[in-house]
């Protein structure tokens, strides 16, 4: 099966710590996003990477970073600098204009 | 960067049609019209896309006119499980940013 993984599901954080999220695809795309979607919003772009060892940052990148050292994966870390992490969070990757997106992480902090 | 407006909600009764409408007037010559639907929780899933004219598939039409400065999706013959978010996106996300997400409708389907 093709197609885009995040994990974890759910994500609970204490104030202070670094998270990672995970984000796999196996569908050969290039490009990869992740954004953020707050309730109630739309989604706001917080990195995104064209190809391999090489990543943009978006609207809202204060507070988070990325790597992309495989095509397949596209690993998002929020740091402990960023304010105001609890959020849903959403990566996808893209063919021509198509993007495909994961199931999401929705991230708490207690 | 094409902006877009969409109306923020719409109601509508099964077994209508349902049409929305995205106003995106500094859309660009190599830009794409797509449009996603979203369910509480999980990921925005592709609808539809299109250039210009009328794109048709097994779920939706997409109409956008000659001056390709809004386009609108059509739903025919709606359901209550079709009540969701649905963003209208502009751009060509083969270049990363050079693309927007519409804020979004929320469609409520009503018995």
């Known amino acids: 099966d093709g197609g885009i993984t995040q994990s974890p599901k759910y994500l609970f954080r204490k104030e202070g710590q670094n998270v990672t999220l995970s984000c796999e695809q196996n569908?050969?795309?290039?490009?990869m996003y992740w954004y953020r979607q707050d309730p109630g919003q739309g989604l706001r772009l917080i990195y995104y990477?064209?190809?391999?060892?090489?990543?943009q940052k978006g609207d809202i990148a204060e507070g988070y970073s990325v790597s992309r050292e495989k095509k397949e994966s596209f690993p998002l870390t929020v740091t402990s600098a960023q304010k105001n992490p609890t959020a849903f969070y959403l990566c996808?990757?893209?063919?021509?204009?198509?993007?495909?997106f994961g199931p999401g992480t929705r991230l708490t902090v207690l | 960067l094409a902006k877009t407006t969409q109306p923020i909600s719409m109601d509508s009764y099964e077994g209508q049609e349902v049409n929305i409408t995205c106003s995106h007037n500094?859309?660009?010559?190599?830009?794409?019209i797509t449009w996603y639907q979203q369910f509480p929780s999980q990921g925005p899933r592709f609808i539809i896309q299109?250039?210009?004219t009328k794109v048709t598939n097994e779920v939706a039409s997409l109409f956008i006119p000659a001056d390709r400065k809004s386009s609108t999706l059509s739903l025919p013959r709606v359901s209550l499980s079709d009540t969701a978010v649905y963003y209208c996106?502009?751009?060509?996300?083969?270049?990363?940013?050079?693309?927007?997400f519409g804020p979004g409708t929320r469609l409520s389907v009503l018995p």
């Open positions: 996808a990757s893209s063919l021509r204009e198509e993007q495909f």
């Open positions: 569908l050969n795309h290039d490009a």
């Open positions: 990477s064209q190809i391999v060892n090489d990543f």
């Open positions: 500094n859309i660009a010559t190599n830009d794409y």
């Open positions: 299109g250039y210009k």
């Open positions: 996106l502009v751009g060509d996300s083969n270049y990363g940013q050079n693309f927007v």
